[in-house]
């Protein structure tokens, strides 16, 4: 057989398989539950367990507050699916959010420390809602389920005409994989789009900035450029046929390209900030423990940009500093403490690293007042003794 002649033949093969693919699943009504012995309704059971763990979760965030205001930008863009969401916070520092096709929500703190306005987030909500409103998890099972199917099929067909004809047809086989598993990841990639735009335009119809959407992506730009792995920066940069998301700048592009000619709307910058600020600093905590300490500064330095909650940003800076220990990091670390104490939300721990650093600098005279100060400060604090010996030892020097 020429090499023409199997080309056909594996084509031939693909077309066959792949004729009974599943049509796309059709936008989903208000108010609908599925026939529990239905696919949807097997993965609406295998969700409810998945929620029920989310909600006995350690990292649920229990602040009620703080979860009804996030339900409620959710239901600023998903106004006649509100009572069918449930919205989940969890304190878990990556920029994330996801939805169940049962209407289980969660929004994780990396995403509500990285938005910076309340039209930031109503997009991403929105984009959630987007998987949710055109059943993407039912018609991503199907279209997996198809492909698989496919491949399988291509392989054994493959491999009979091989021995048929005389002909090594292994290639093929893995050539049907392959089409498979770009397929899958093609389809993915589609969504994705597809859901960027229902975001926008629900955060639009909710009276909302339209570029807020694209500024979403463009922080993220910022802080994959800047990150301390060469894997993370080089990400952006690796386009594949299998990618599962769209790369940033393609997103980018096409919602700068929705926002043209549209009107300005509302941000909501301060009044989103005065919600995430009760955690902020906890927040800030969790970003470090990713060690991405590169990253983490853009984002402080993002963040305090609104000339809001410097204090705690500022001594947030000082950390990353003092963690990373680059040359000069600890001057850096000591500096940022000193201009946090300036400000009157800066956390009394300021004035233990203030002091720690001092010290380590060669000026104790400075240590010795920091000490003091936190010392009058914390005076229920737990590390109480080990600033006292700290300065008991420093003053009995010569």
Same mark, same amino acid.
């Given at each position: 057989?020429?090499?023409?002649?199997?080309?056909?033949?594996?084509?031939?093969?693909?077309?066959?398989?792949?004729?009974?693919?599943?049509?796309?699943?059709?936008?989903?009504?208000?108010?609908?539950?599925?026939?529990?012995?239905?696919?949807?309704?097997?993965?609406?059971?295998?969700?409810?367990?998945?929620?029920?763990?989310?909600?006995?979760?350690?990292?649920?965030?229990?602040?009620?507050?703080?979860?009804?205001?996030?339900?409620?930008?959710?239901?600023?863009?998903?106004?006649?699916?509100?009572?069918?969401?449930?919205?989940?916070?969890?304190?878990?520092?990556?920029?994330?959010?996801?939805?169940?096709?049962?209407?289980?929500?969660?929004?994780?703190?990396?995403?509500?420390?990285?938005?910076?306005?309340?039209?930031?987030?109503?997009?991403?909500?929105?984009?959630?809602?987007?998987?949710?409103?055109?059943?993407?998890?039912?018609?991503?099972?199907?279209?997996?389920?198809?492909?698989?199917?496919?491949?399988?099929?291509?392989?054994?067909?493959?491999?009979?005409?091989?021995?048929?004809?005389?002909?090594?047809?292994?290639?093929?086989?893995?050539?049907?994989?392959?089409?498979?598993?770009?397929?899958?990841?093609?389809?993915?990639?589609?969504?994705?789009?597809?859901?960027?735009?229902?975001?926008?335009?629900?955060?639009?119809?909710?009276?909302?900035?339209?570029?807020?959407?694209?500024?979403?992506?463009?922080?993220?730009?910022?802080?994959?450029?800047?990150?301390?792995?060469?894997?993370?920066?080089?990400?952006?940069?690796?386009?594949?046929?299998?990618?599962?998301?769209?790369?940033?700048?393609?997103?980018?592009?096409?919602?700068?390209?929705?926002?043209?000619?549209?009107?300005?709307?509302?941000?909501?910058?301060?009044?989103?900030?005065?919600?995430?600020?009760?955690?902020?600093?906890?927040?800030?905590?969790?970003?470090?423990?990713?060690?991405?300490?590169?990253?983490?500064?853009?984002?402080?330095?993002?963040?305090?940009?609104?000339?809001?909650?410097?204090?705690?940003?500022?001594?947030?800076?000082?950390?990353?500093?003092?963690?990373?220990?680059?040359? *000069? !990091?600890? #001057?850096? +670390? @000591?500096? $940022?403490?000193? &201009?946090?104490?300036?400000?009157?939300? /800066?956390?009394?721990?300021? %004035?233990?690293?203030?002091?720690?650093?001092?010290?380590?600098? *060669? !000026?104790? #005279?400075? +240590? @010795?007042? $920091?000490?003091? &100060?936190?010392?009058?400060?914390?005076? /229920?604090?737990?590390?109480? %003794?080990?600033?006292?010996?700290?300065?008991?030892?420093?003053?009995?020097?010569?």
């Amino acid at each position: 057989m020429t090499s023409r002649g199997v080309a056909a033949l594996a084509a031939g093969l693909l077309l066959t398989a792949t004729s009974g693919l599943p049509v796309l699943a059709q936008q989903r009504p208000p108010g609908l539950v599925p026939d529990p012995t239905s696919v949807e309704g097997g993965l609406w059971g295998a969700m409810e367990r998945t929620e029920a763990e989310a909600r006995r979760s350690a990292d649920l965030n229990s602040d009620p507050a703080l979860n009804d205001y996030v339900r409620g930008v959710a239901c600023r863009v998903a106004v006649e699916y509100c009572g069918e969401i449930r919205v989940y916070v969890m304190d878990r520092p990556y920029l994330n959010a996801q939805m169940a096709p049962n209407g289980y929500m969660e929004v994780w703190s990396g995403l509500l420390l990285r938005a910076e306005n309340e039209a930031q987030l109503a997009f991403v909500l929105g984009h959630e809602l987007g998987h949710f409103l055109e059943n993407h998890s039912l018609e991503r099972w199907n279209n997996n389920k198809a492909w698989a199917t496919a491949a399988m099929v291509v392989s054994v067909g493959a491999g009979v005409a091989g021995a048929y004809y005389g002909v090594d047809m292994r290639g093929i086989g893995d050539l049907a994989y392959l089409a498979a598993v770009a397929s899958v990841m093609n389809y993915s990639r589609s969504q994705e789009e597809e859901a960027d735009a229902i975001g926008f335009e629900r955060m639009v119809a909710a009276g909302l900035e339209p570029t807020a959407a694209a500024a979403v992506w463009r922080q993220q730009q910022a802080e994959t450029r800047a990150s301390t792995f060469r894997s993370v920066r080089q990400s952006e940069a690796m386009g594949s046929v299998f990618r599962t998301h769209p790369l940033t700048a393609e997103r980018v592009a096409a919602l700068d390209t929705l926002a043209r000619d549209r009107p300005g709307g509302r941000e909501e910058r301060e009044r989103y900030r005065a919600a995430m600020r009760p955690h902020l600093a906890a927040w800030l905590a969790d970003d470090l423990s990713r060690r991405d300490f590169n990253a983490s500064l853009t984002l402080t330095e993002r963040l305090e940009r609104d000339g809001l909650d410097l204090g705690v940003l500022e001594f947030h800076r000082g950390q990353i500093l003092r963690q990373r220990r680059d040359d *000069g !990091d600890l #001057e850096l +670390a @000591r500096d $940022a403490y000193l &201009t946090a104490t300036g400000y009157e939300d /800066a956390p009394v721990a300021a %004035w233990r690293e203030l002091g720690d650093l001092q010290a380590r600098l *060669g !000026d104790p #005279e400075a +240590a @010795r007042v $920091a000490w003091r &100060t936190y010392l009058e400060r914390a005076t /229920a604090a737990d590390d109480r %003794w080990i600033v006292e010996d700290s300065l008991t030892a420093l003053e009995a020097k010569p």
